[in-house]
């Protein structure tokens, strides 16, 4: 997870199954590897930057999921141009 | 009897509550950005048999070791002045010895990651991070970098692997405007251990 953001979401799903997980989260979590090898050398840049100023960026989805009802909210903060959180 | 096996149970569940060095991602990625706007290089240092370096403060005994049992006094418990690995204790032993020596030649704790070090000498500034037994140093006085890594392997056995190449699983490719963080290797030793190795890549994670 250290420097694979992009994949949290996915991870975070199937990892809520862990205590049942059925044949189709299997599926799922075979999608992610199969992911995560044709993406084995994304990863993240650090870049240089002017000024290391702190920004944090935030967004919600009242109540979007049509499955569980539930809000899926998220946040970034940034140092200088470069993701920390 | 029963008195103080409690005891024992008691001072077991302090221990659980055992601070250890393990450096969370936004204080590296924190550390990392600083280097790489400063333009400073980052040392790697490694420290041997971490946990037999630091004394143990509470009294602990083990069973004498099969191979060297002393047959005259063969009921006889060793009692342990050192840490060992496999105790309980031995990675809190290691954290406090390492960061009391560490206070001692003037870096001072950071309050929010208890595996963040800083030390500031007039306009110097210099950050180690510590996870188990890997350190990452920087600072922006490369001289006084090296003084002060001699002064810590005065102290504990280190072994200096120079520039970070390789953190925490964590590929680190260092250039002179960007710094570049893949785990190629760990998703490669991840396929292998499911044994997908073989299978076809898609180009996103989940069914949409």
Known sequence: MFTRPNISYAVNKVCQFMHAPTKSHWVAIKLILRYLKATSFFGLYRTHASSLSLHGVINVDWVESIDDRKSIGGYIVFLGTTLIL | MSQTKQDCQHHFSLCF???????????????????????????????????????????????????????????????????????????????????????????????????????????????????????????????????????????????????AHYFLGVEVTLTSMRLMLIQHKYVLDILCCAGMSSYNPVDTPASV
């Open chain 2, 17 to 163: 509550l055992i601070i250890v060095f393990v450096t969370s991602p936004s204080t590296v990625g924190l550390v990392l950005t600083i280097v790489v706007s400063k333009g400073w290089q980052i040392q790697q240092l490694d420290v041997h048999n971490m946990f037999l370096n630091s004394s143990l403060r509470e009294v602990a005994y083990m069973a004498q070791p099969t191979d060297i049992i002393d047959s005259p006094l063969s009921t006889h418990v060793c009692r342990l002045h050192n840490s060992l690995y496999g105790l309980k204790q031995a990675s809190r032993a290691w954290y406090t010895y390492l960061s009391d020596f560490l206070l001692t030649i003037g870096f001072r704790a950071s309050k929010v990651d208890t595996s963040l070090f800083i030390l500031t000498i007039n306009h110097d500034v210099f950050y180690l991070l510590v996870y188990v037994d890997d350190i990452l140093f920087t600072g922006n006085n490369s001289a006084l970098i090296q003084r002060l890594i001699t002064l810590l392997s005065s102290k504990f056995k280190l072994r200096d692997l120079g520039n």
